[in-house]
C-alpha cells in the first residue's frame, strides 16, 4: 500500500479571516469644462435630427407674423418696424430654447431620464449647460434668416445684423435656463408644456408688438422678459446712428438675467434629482 503524505496545514495569521476586502476606489467626478463639451456633444448629435424640423417651424412661424405686421406697420426707420423685425427674430429663439427645452426637461423628469444623468459623475451645472448650449446652436441659422428677410421686407439696413452673433447666445442662454427651471420644477409632464408654450406665448406678445402701443402694465411685463433686452439691443442697430452704450448696457443685462435663469435651472435640477 503506498502510504498517504500529508500537507502541512498554512499558517494563517491572527484576524485574517474575519478582513473583508474594502469597496473599490471610486473615479473622481469629471471637471465641469470636460463634462459641458461631452453632454453638449450627446445633446447635439441627439437634437440633431428631432429639432431640426421644429427649427423650420418655428422660423416659419415669425416669418408669418412679419408678414401679418407688415399690413399694420410702416417700413422704413419707424420703431415700431425695428420693434416688429428685432421680437420676430429674437422669437425663434424663445420657440427652441424656452419651449422646447422645458419640454425636454419635464419629459426627462418624468420618464426617469434624470437618474441616469445623476448617476454619472458629472457637475450638475454641466448637464443644464450643456442641453441649453445644444438646443440654443440651432436657433442661429434660423434668426438670422428671419432677420434678413424681415429687414427686406420693412425695409430695414442690414449692416446691424453682426450683432446677432452676440444676441441669439445670450438671449438664447436666458431663455434656455428659464426653459429648463420650468421643465424641471414642474411636477407633471404636462404642465411642463404647458409652461414652455406660455413662455413662448408671453415673448410672442411682448416682443414681437410695439411697446408704444402698450399699456404701462404691459411694458412693466415685458421688462421681466429675459428677451426683452436682447430685443431691444437688436432694435436699436437699425437707427441711422446706433447708441452703440445703450446697446452694450442691453447685453449686459441680458447677460446678468442669463446667468440667473442658469443658475436657477442648475438649483432645479439638483432639486429634482434628488427627489
Known sequence: MTARTSVPPVPVEPGAASAAPGPAPLAPRAKLLPALAAVYRAQLSRARVARIPLLFVATFQ?????????????????????????????LVVAFVALNLL????????????????????????????GAAAAYASFTLPGTLVTAVFGCVLFDLPMGGLWILAAVVPLAGAALAGLGAALGLLAPRQELATLAGQLGMSAALLLGVLPPERMPTPIVWARDLLPSTYGVEAFARTFAPHPDWGAV?????????????SLTAATWSYRRAATR
Open 62 to 90: 415669425s416669418v408669418g407674423i412679419m408678414i401679418l405686421m407688415r399690413g399694420v406697420v410702416d417700413g422704413g426707420s419707424g420703431t415700431e418696424a425695428r420693434a416688429v423685425v428685432a421680437g420676430s427674430s429674437v
Open 102 to 129: 422645458a419640454q425636454y426637461f419635464g419629459q426627462l423628469r418624468a420618464s426617469g431620464g434624470l437618474d441616469h444623468y445623476a448617476t454619472l459623475p458629472v457637475p450638475p451645472a454641466s448637464v443644464v449647460l
Open 248 to 260: 452694450a448696457v442691453d447685453l449686459g443685462v441680458c447677460a446678468a438675467v442669463a446667468i440667473a
